[in-house]
């Protein structure tokens, strides 16, 4: 290993702000960052402007065309031309696909000829502590620029396309943490050496775990069964295997709260029409405590007000902060807490099928609105063969397929299939990779593949 081996288990923790997945995905390792600061490549103190200004443009591109896709036949248009830029190419049959790309041409020219990132590589590679990013770019710059320390990757998605990968995989020393098993065969077909990938499990919120004893999930879990399933369905016919799962924490007894549903739009703002419309047709439950909304602005203010102006303006404005809630912060890691925070009260996660997917393992039910974007399409496949998503149905008849789905037990499947299959440990087996601890890391069950 080069760089520092006695890093004492710190590391650097790097991320971007390019929409809430990387910096979700970096949030939870945050407790071993060194300072116990997760550094931002794209925005940090002292940054020449030049690399300023490329990773802006990056950014605003994204946010762009995320929301021009809304835009009648030519923003499906759009969006789709720069989807094919970045698409995952089908799995099988299985093939050589480590040959590059036009993306991976244009990232490693925008590093190379404008010398993109090389101050920011200078400034970490003074105490060359293990380097983890949640973006692929930052670590590009690390392995060009000849960073000391090593290199690691997490993947944010359930399965990923060539531009995470170097211009030549079989020579990059890049360590890739997998977010589940095809994407650690995924890896291998682009050409990156087996031993520079390790099945680790997308990182979870420790707050939402409770350490590798899983004392707060399995409560929370238990909790949240008792509300998913009201007539025992699922609970009766499985109550053995979950008490098995659960231990001490079941059963459960029932708390004084509404069934929770949580719905999360993306960093671009996409979809907030749809959070909109989950509100005004589920009005008469919420007006009657059947049901209570959590509506996730993020940190973007202009959601917030949107959404409090669209609840007020259906009637419901007196049930705001009530059996409506919206989540809202300044800052993203102040909005990571507040939703963390929710989804120990949230019993169906809504979300377009993100790096939110892996969630799931939390013992959390997801409802799939339309995936934006081909790894989002993958995600969706990877919750559907596991068994803990669902396309949502028509949102005008909410009131009624929601309702059905919950009495047959339907949500309670979901919501132990996500916490039997879901990766749970991904932040632990990544923080022993650190302290090489790798013979203890808690391995995933390669099975139910897509």
């Not at 459960?252 to 549903?261: A, E, L, M, V």
């Not at 589920?282 to 009657?288: A, P």
């Not at 809630?325 to 993203?332: E, G, L, Q, V, W």
Request: proline share 4%.
């Amino acid at each position: 290993m080069k760089g520092e081996k006695n890093n004492n288990g710190k590391a650097w923790i790097v991320s971007v702000d390019m929409g809430y997945g990387h910096q979700r995905a970096a949030y939870p390792l945050k407790r071993f960052a060194y300072g116990g600061k997760i550094v931002n490549a794209s925005n940090y103190p002292g940054m020449p402007k030049k690399d300023h200004k490329i990773w802006q443009d990056s950014r605003k591109f994204y946010e762009f065309v995320s929301r021009f896709k809304k835009v009648p036949f030519f923003g499906e248009l759009a969006f789709d031309l720069y989807d094919k830029v970045q698409e995952i190419p089908s799995f099988y049959p299985k093939r050589d696909l480590s040959k590059t790309n036009f993306q991976q041409r244009e990232i490693f020219s925008l590093i190379k000829k404008r010398q993109w990132g090389k101050h920011f590589i200078e400034r970490l590679d003074k105490k060359p502590l293990p380097l983890i990013t949640t973006f692929f770019i930052p670590a590009f710059m690390a392995e060009v620029w000849g960073y000391s320390g090593d290199i690691y990757c997490v993947i944010c998605d359930a399965d990923i396309s060539r531009a995470w990968v170097s211009l030549t995989p079989s020579k990059s020393r890049i360590r890739y943490l997998a977010s589940n098993y095809r994407v650690v065969e995924r890896l291998k077909l682009y050409g990156i050496k087996t031993e520079n990938i390790f099945l680790t499990g997308f990182p979870l919120p420790e707050e939402n775990i409770g350490g590798e004893s899983l004392d707060i999930l399995k409560h929370d879990l238990a909790e949240r069964l008792i509300h998913l399933d009201p007539e025992n369905a699922f609970i009766q016919k499985y109550k053995l295997t979950i008490a098995e799962r659960l231990g001490k924490k079941w059963p459960h007894s029932k708390s004084n709260r509404p069934p929770t549903i949580t719905f999360a739009v993306g960093g671009a703002g996409a979809q907030r029409e749809l959070g909109v419309q989950i509100v005004k047709n589920l009005s008469s439950k919420i007006k009657t405590n059947e049901i209570k909304i959590v509506l996730v602005a993020g940190i973007r203010n202009e959601i917030n007000q949107y959404f409090r102006e669209n609840v007020r303006s259906i009637g419901l404005g007196r049930y705001l902060d009530k059996n409506i809630k919206i989540i809202f912060a300044n800052s993203k890691d102040e909005y990571f807490k507040k939703f963390n925070k929710a989804l120990r009260e949230t019993d169906i996660l809504w979300t377009k099928p993100s790096e939110l997917s892996f969630y799931t393992a939390l013992g959390l039910p997801i409802i799939m609105s339309t995936p934006i974007g081909s790894q989002e399409k993958f995600n969706r496949k990877w919750l559907m063969s596991i068994g803990s998503g669902t396309d949502q149905e028509d949102v005008q008849y909410v009131n009624e397929w929601l309702f059905d789905w919950m009495k047959s037990g339907f949500f309670a499947r979901l919501a132990m299939q996500g916490f039997l299959e879901g990766g749970k440990y991904g932040a632990y087996n990544i923080e022993k990779i650190i302290k090489h601890k790798t013979k203890e890391m808690k391995t995933l069950k390669a099975i139910l593949q897509y």
